[in-house]
């Protein structure tokens, strides 16, 4: 039976702009986890995940590991590649070998998930039944919804799609013995030791330059490493997300007006269902008139008036300080709310 423990956060990352965590499970090992903001485009995010060959990163591999492996197969009529990558491991570790298997999709929400395997766990034994199987089920599903009969012209469309599918599987099969092949044959890496990853990227669109990227990923680094070097690997591989993030950092003020001008507004209350309005009746309820004073509290600002009481305390519990500050903004109340000028304008006009 295998042992699962739920993520915990990485420490010494709680404060800091990206989010890590790593849990442990017997059978999986380790996985890791990262969460952040990134002031670009979705588009723009998804696009450096994917160029595992540009200049930037084969330079920064070239730095970190020197001349090892590092090659890119691209598979067009699978939306995927086939990613070769040698990495240098501490001290006197021996070097290991990565053979990843990259796809990619596109949500309906304008997120992108890339996913990531090692070649061995997506070309098996039983693959090419799989593609089969799952092909016709989809093909019949097809047929339903389009209550078309089995006819001759169907039947051909079928076929086809079927050895097309088949014939990828093939042309897959084929590629990964070429790899196997050449890395026999490379010294070098013939010497490391075979390691695999898996997981997925997920970049969520949140404002026209701004996203939320987030990977999750598990890692077998092969043969025996102390568990230090695995916990610090995690955290190496999950700093790409802080290294996105740095990349394309842009003024705070731009990205704060991106986030607002998408803003949407809340509904009046009259849309409210039962649950949301009683939390706002006990939102509301905080202010109403109970018999306790208000405290008044020295204020930082002479433009903002601050006070305090203390609600009752209920049974085996402590009292409860309730806060309150008041103040003049300058602007439009919808612009306050999170909308753009150009919105709240609009809105008062009408």
Same mark, same amino acid.
């Given at each position: 039976?295998?042992?699962?423990?739920?993520?915990?956060?990485?420490?010494?990352?709680?404060?800091?702009?990206?989010?890590?965590?790593?849990?442990?499970? *017997?059978?999986?090992?380790?996985?890791?986890?990262?969460?952040?903001?990134? *002031? +670009?485009?979705?588009?723009?995010? +998804?696009?450096?995940?994917?160029?595992?060959?540009?200049?930037?990163?084969?330079?920064?591999?070239?730095?970190?590991?020197?001349?090892?492996?590092?090659?890119?197969?691209?598979?067009?009529?699978?939306?995927?590649?086939?990613?070769?990558?040698?990495?240098?491991?501490?001290?006197?570790?021996?070097?290991?070998? &990565?053979?990843?298997?990259?796809?990619?999709?596109?949500?309906?929400?304008?997120?992108? %998930?890339?996913?990531?395997?090692?070649?061995?766990?997506? %070309?098996?034994?039983?693959?090419?039944?799989?593609?089969?199987?799952?092909?016709?089920?989809?093909?019949?599903?097809?047929?339903?919804?389009?209550?078309?009969?089995?006819?001759?012209?169907?039947?051909?469309?079928?076929?086809?799609?079927?050895?097309?599918?088949?014939?990828?599987?093939?042309?897959?099969?084929? #590629? %990964?013995?070429?790899?196997?092949?050449?890395?026999?044959?490379?010294?070098?890496?013939?010497?490391?030791?075979?390691?695999?990853?898996?997981?997925?990227?997920?970049?969520?669109?949140? +404002?026209?330059?701004? #996203?939320? +990227?987030?990977?999750?990923?598990?890692?077998? @680094?092969?043969?025996?490493?102390?568990?230090?070097?695995?916990?610090?690997?995690?955290?190496?591989?999950?700093?790409? @997300?802080?290294?996105?993030?740095?990349?394309?950092?842009?003024?705070?003020?731009?990205?704060?007006?991106?986030?607002?001008?998408? &803003?949407?507004?809340?509904?009046?209350?009259?849309?409210?269902?039962?649950?949301?309005?009683?939390?706002?009746?006990? #939102?509301?309820?905080?202010?109403?008139? *109970?018999?306790?004073?208000?405290?008044?509290?020295?204020?930082?600002?002479? &433009?903002?008036?601050?006070?305090?009481?203390?609600?009752?305390?209920?049974?085996?519990?402590?009292?409860?300080?309730?806060?309150?500050?008041?103040?003049? %903004?300058? #602007?439009?109340?919808?612009?306050?709310?999170?909308?753009?000028?150009?919105?709240?304008?609009?809105?008062? @006009?009408?």
């Amino acid at each position: 039976m295998s042992s699962h423990t739920p993520p915990s956060l990485v420490q010494g990352t709680v404060l800091e702009p990206v989010e890590l965590y790593q849990k442990y499970e *017997d059978d999986s090992g380790a996985w890791g986890k990262a969460v952040a903001t990134i *002031d +670009a485009s979705v588009g723009l995010v +998804a696009a450096w995940l994917w160029e595992l060959m540009s200049y930037e990163r084969v330079n920064a591999h070239l730095k970190k590991n020197g001349p090892l492996l590092r090659r890119e197969v691209p598979l067009p009529s699978q939306r995927g590649k086939i990613f070769l990558n040698v990495q240098k491991f501490p001290g006197a570790l021996e070097n290991r070998m &990565f053979a990843i298997w990259w796809t990619w999709r596109r949500e309906t929400d304008g997120s992108f %998930i890339f996913a990531f395997a090692d070649v061995d766990e997506y %070309i098996s034994a039983e693959r090419e039944d799989d593609v089969v199987r799952l092909l016709a089920a989809a093909q019949i599903e097809r047929r339903e919804q389009e209550g078309i009969t089995k006819d001759s012209q169907t039947v051909m469309r079928d076929n086809e799609e079927l050895e097309l599918a088949l014939h990828q599987n093939d042309s897959m099969k084929t #590629c %990964i013995e070429e790899l196997t092949e050449f890395m026999e044959k490379d010294p070098v890496v013939a010497k490391a030791v075979r390691a695999s990853t898996r997981g997925f990227w997920r970049v969520k669109p949140l +404002a026209s330059g701004v #996203c939320s +990227a987030t990977v999750v990923q598990q890692g077998r @680094a092969g043969g025996s490493i102390p568990q230090f070097v695995i916990d610090m690997r995690i955290r190496k591989e999950l700093g790409v @997300a802080k290294r996105i993030q740095d990349k394309f950092a842009r003024n705070g003020k731009l990205v704060d007006k991106e986030m607002r001008d998408v &803003f949407a507004s809340p509904p009046p209350l009259a849309e409210l269902s039962e649950e949301q309005m009683s939390v706002v009746e006990d #939102c509301r309820s905080l202010e109403s008139e *109970d018999g306790r004073e208000w405290e008044t509290l020295a204020s930082p600002s002479p &433009f903002v008036t601050m006070w305090m009481k203390h609600a009752p305390a209920k049974e085996n519990e402590r009292s409860i300080a309730i806060g309150k500050a008041t103040t003049v %903004i300058d #602007c439009l109340v919808h612009e306050a709310a999170g909308e753009s000028s150009e919105e709240s304008a609009s809105r008062v @006009a009408r």
